[in-house]
Every structure is written in structure tokens, then in C-alpha cells.
T-cell receptor, first 113, second 112 residues
Framework: KAGVTQTPRYLIKTRGQQVTLSCSPISGHRSVSWYQQTPGQGLQFLFEYFSETQRNKGNFPGRFSGRQFSNSRSEMNVSTLELGDSALYLC????????????FGEGSWLTVV | QKEVEQDPGPLSVPEGAIVSLNCTYSNSAFQYFMWYRQYSRKGPELLMYTYSSGNKEDGRFTAQVDKSSKYISLFIRDSQPSDSATYLCAMSDQAAGNKLTFGGGTRVLVKP
């Protein structure tokens, strides 16, 4: 059974640009969450999507957005990139019910220069 | 103060020793408790999942949850060099759905 797949794995962007990251959840999983991981702040929750609707949101500025498609695949977008957005962005999937186990992908490494 | 506290380490142990990791938390609503292992430049891998208080064992791993003390632990028996990684505790409550709150992670080094 394929795991959570994230693309691209590595990317470098310039300050002020925007970036789109993609996530394909485990087959049958309907919930997709996004996290940002940095050395200083650790793993922080960005948002969760379930059945194409944002179900939960963390404390990040509006520059961070996401969406989910009917096949449960998800994308997140960061606009007007700042140097501080350099991080590992992790996607996680679960069946969708509360308390279901949550599995992570390998992440997308974003460097903003 | 963070909702979930975890000693950053590093924790260095000889091969074959028991690794003892723990987290404390402040939110009494947390009901689901997880431990993840993360190797360098990789995504977190789920090791253990526990609901509410109690113990759970899976192979060399034992997870304990003490909700009265707001304290969770992970024990790794017969540690191997391949167990060298960062271990993250995570927890959630029903109101927050699938939003996980993580500890900062403990770096573990198992020396041959």
C-alpha cells in the first residue's frame, strides 16, 4: 500500500515568489493535514482538509492556504514568500474520523533565498 | 510555556540499553497520544498510538500514558544503532479533531 506522497521533495524559491506543494494521501484516506517543521518552532499545524472542506486551521497568516480535490489529493500554497518560510512542509493523511491514526509523508523541503 | 514539553536531548545510550523518553503536557483534554520517529531529512514515522491512560506494548516499544500526571513515556528495549533518530511525542483532543500538538522532539543516539 503506497504511503503519503509529496511533491516536489526539494525546491528553492526567491523571496516574494509563491509556491505550491502537492500531497497524495494513502488510498482511502479522506483527511489531509499540513504541518510546517523548523528547527526553532518544531512541528506546527497549518490546516486540515476533509471532503474538500477545511476542517481545522492553525495560527498561520493568510499567505498560507490550501485546498483538497475530490480524489482527496491536496495542495498548499504560500504566497509572497519570506525568508522565515524556509522549512520542511509535511503532509499527513488519515481516514478522517477523530482519533484515527495519522501518517506522514517525507515532506517538501522549501528554501527561500 | 508550550502545551507539550519534551527534553531535546541528545540522549546517548550504549547498544542494548533501554531508552526512556517522556513528555509532559498541560491540556487535560488531550485523549490521543502518539510517538513518532524521525530520521534526518525524513518524515515522521508512527511508532505507537495510545488512547487515554494505560500501557501499550509493540515489540521492543512500550508506551505509557498517565493522564492524572499529564505525563507520557516511551521505552525502547534492546536499543540498536538503527534506533538513533529524533523521537516526537504528539497528542490531540476530540475538539481539535486531527490537529496534532507536538513536543519539540528528543534526539537519541545509540552507540555500538
Amino acid at each position: 500500500k503506497a504511503g503519503v506522497t509529496q511533491t516536489p521533495r526539494y525546491l528553492i524559491k526567491t523571496r516574494g515568489q509563491q509556491v505550491t506543494l502537492s500531497c497524495s494521501p494513502i488510498s482511502g484516506h479522506r483527511s489531509v493535514s499540513w504541518y510546517q517543521q523548523t528547527p526553532g518552532q518544531g512541528l506546527q499545524f497549518l490546516f486540515e482538509y476533509f471532503s474538500e472542506t477545511q476542517r481545522n486551521k492553525g495560527n498561520f497568516p493568510g499567505r498560507f492556504s490550501g485546498r483538497q480535490f475530490s480524489n482527496s489529493r491536496s495542495e498548499m500554497n504560500v504566497s509572497t514568500l519570506e525568508l522565515g518560510d524556509s522549512a520542511l512542509y509535511l503532509c499527513a493523511s488519515s481516514l478522517g474520523g477523530y482519533g484515527n491514526t495519522i501518517y506522514f509523508g517525507e515532506g517538501s523541503w522549501l528554501t527561500v533565498v | 510555556q508550550k502545551e507539550v514539553e519534551q527534553d531535546p536531548g541528545p540522549l546517548s545510550v550504549p547498544e542494548g540499553a533501554i531508552v526512556s523518553l517522556n513528555c509532559t503536557y498541560s491540556n487535560s483534554a488531550f485523549q490521543y497520544f502518539m510517538w513518532y520517529r524521525q530520521y534526518s531529512r525524513k518524515g515522521p514515522e508512527l511508532l505507537m498510538y495510545t488512547y487515554s491512560s494505560g500501557n501499550k506494548e509493540d515489540g521492543r516499544f512500550t508506551a505509557q500514558v498517565d493522564k492524572s500526571s499529564k505525563y507520557i513515556s516511551l521505552f525502547i528495549r534492546d536499543s540498536q544503532p538503527s534506533d538513533s533518530a529524533t523521537y516526537l511525542c504528539a497528542m490531540s483532543d476530540q475538539a481539535a479533531g486531527n490537529k496534532l500538538t507536538f513536543g519539540g522532539g528528543t534526539r537519541v543516539l545509540v552507540k555500538p
